[in-house]
């Protein structure tokens, strides 16, 4: 089966955060099942400086988006048997970051077509077209309003995977025909009204073959009115076709024994002294004090979803108990200055690392006893999986796919893989990581909760397989 992932975001090329982890390692397994798969992407700016992949042109096409026209060039490249094509549209992509920007709308508008017209270009008619969050979700209209009597796309089928449910890629309506020459009344009648706007989300989710949704239990939260960010009647309304997946992790890059970015690999009979030499390394690096006292770790973007909050309002009491803390992040400001308000204050047991840096990261992985992800919601995760593959034991609050994937002290005692807590206060966080510290000093079950998460599987086999049936249901 020919499969192509649209996307914002792809490893090993561009990652914001979860999503170009899975876009990359789902694409990976799939061609491990014999698939022939392909991701677009947008050609962003640092893929212009990039010089370990040999990305190579192979031709361009005209966009419009109204009386505006962009030439847009097509690369493309092959990374571990997936095939990769960049649609270069300067004038939208040439910029330093993914998302954000004042004409974000117009941006994605241009991405769409640019696929939607890149496909018969470079040859590839896939059987299934997975798009991935708000900005993917125009392409199944336009191709389905636009380009019904063209036999290449005529048996096309498409399927959504909803990642960040918070995200609707709102819009007002009078520039559907601006940004993409459609009617109105495609508003009118309902197909993308969302909330009193234009929804490329809403598009996507409507168009669609199947939905998605990236672990079971976000499924069932999204069919809720409090856990969906308003997309319940809508995901109702489809229910027969809407499902949750759990995702995987990259178990190449991720890989306990064979991490390049580690001091000492961290092997099974060894777990704890291999654990703790890497974490007197990032003592050393970090200029913290006394590597003996549990360190809590945080890889994450610095966003409400977070639950940075509930960390904030535990630092001081866990600190005077002894607690170290690093933390690497990057994204609103406030989050920013309140972490590095605390860095100044124990400048001995908290660091803060600012910015997008995946070294760090892996060696924090690897190198925490505790790692924390006390989110407010959290479709999936990926970082509690990958934490426990390094045999750190998560401290995650029961929602969504941490729910799913974590075995908490409380009800498995030592059959436990790391601790949950419920309610999303700081209270419920403190009351998680005292558990953490009293097991700290057990070290007989500390090791055997280690070795637990250590052994716990989260590759994309199981899951890779489950989209390929659902992606052959629809044929
Ligand atoms: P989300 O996608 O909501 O950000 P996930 O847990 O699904 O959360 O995925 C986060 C991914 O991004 C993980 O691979 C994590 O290691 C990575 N990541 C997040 N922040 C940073 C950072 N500042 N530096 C390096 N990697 C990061
Ligand atoms: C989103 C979600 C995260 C999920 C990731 C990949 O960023 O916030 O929970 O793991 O997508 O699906």
């Not at 994309?460 to 659902?470: G, I, R």
Request: overall charge negative; glycine content about 6%; hydrophobic content about 40%.
């Amino acid at each position: 089966m020919k499969i192509l992932m649209v996307a914002s975001e792809a490893n090993p090329f561009i990652k914001v955060g979860g999503l170009g982890d899975v876009v990359y390692s789902l694409a990976k397994a799939l061609v491990k099942q014999g698939q022939e798969v392909a991701i677009v992407i947008p050609f962003y700016k640092s893929l212009r400086y990039q010089s370990k992949h040999a990305i190579q042109f192979i031709g361009h096409l005209d966009v419009f988006l109204s009386w505006r026209k962009h030439t847009v060039s097509l690369l493309t490249t092959k990374v571990d048997g997936v095939t990769y094509y960049f649609t270069d549209a300067a004038y939208y992509f040439d910029r330093d970051g993914v998302y954000g920007y004042p004409d974000e709308h117009e941006r994605w508008a241009a991405f769409v077509h640019a696929v939607r017209h890149m496909m018969p270009v470079v040859g590839f008619q896939p059987d299934v077209v997975h798009l991935h969050d708000w900005p993917t979700g125009m392409l199944p209209v336009l191709i389905r309003e636009l380009d019904q009597k063209n036999t290449f796309y005529q048996k096309m089928k498409f399927v959504m995977t909803i990642h960040s449910p918070a995200f609707h890629g709102e819009f007002p309506p009078h520039l559907i025909q601006d940004f993409y020459g459609l009617g109105n009344h495609l508003y009118d009648d309902g197909a993308l009204r969302f909330q009193d706007q234009a929804s490329t989300l809403k598009a996507g989710l409507v168009y669609s073959d199947r939905i998605t949704t990236v672990s079971p239990s976000h499924a069932e939260e999204l069919l809720t009115s409090e856990g969906s960010f308003g997309l319940d009647p809508i995901l109702h309304l489809y229910r027969d076709k809407f499902v949750g997946i759990l995702n995987g992790i990259d178990t190449d890059e991720w890989h306990p024994t064979k991490d390049p970015h580690l001091v000492t690999p961290i092997q099974k009979l060894t777990l704890q002294t291999n654990k703790d030499k890497n974490k007197e390394q990032l003592f050393n690096m970090f200029d913290l004090e006394h590597p003996q006292y549990p360190l809590f770790g945080l890889v994450s973007r610095l966003t409400f979803q977070k639950g940075i909050q509930l960390i904030l309002d535990n630092l001081d009491h866990f600190v005077h108990l002894g607690a170290k803390f690093i933390f690497l992040g990057a994204g609103e400001m406030d989050l920013e200055h309140r972490l590095k308000a605390f860095e100044a204050k124990y400048p001995k047991a908290v660091r803060v690392i600012l910015g997008y840096n995946n070294p760090v990261a892996h060696q924090i992985y690897a190198s925490s006893d505790f790692f924390l992800m006390p989110s407010l919601f959290e479709p999936c995760g990926i970082s509690q999986m990958i934490a426990m593959r390094y045999g750190t034991l998560p401290i995650v609050r029961e929602t969504g796919g941490l729910k799913d994937t974590v075995k908490s002290y409380a009800i498995y005692g030592e059959k436990a893989t790391g601790f949950s807590f419920l309610h999303y206060t700081g209270d419920s966080l403190g009351w998680a990581m005292q558990q953490a510290m009293s097991l700290f000093e057990q070290k007989p079950l500390l090791k055997k909760l280690q070795l637990n998460a250590y052994e716990t599987n989260h590759d994309w086999e199981k899951a890779s397989q489950l989209y390929l049936k659902l992606f052959t249901s629809i044929q």
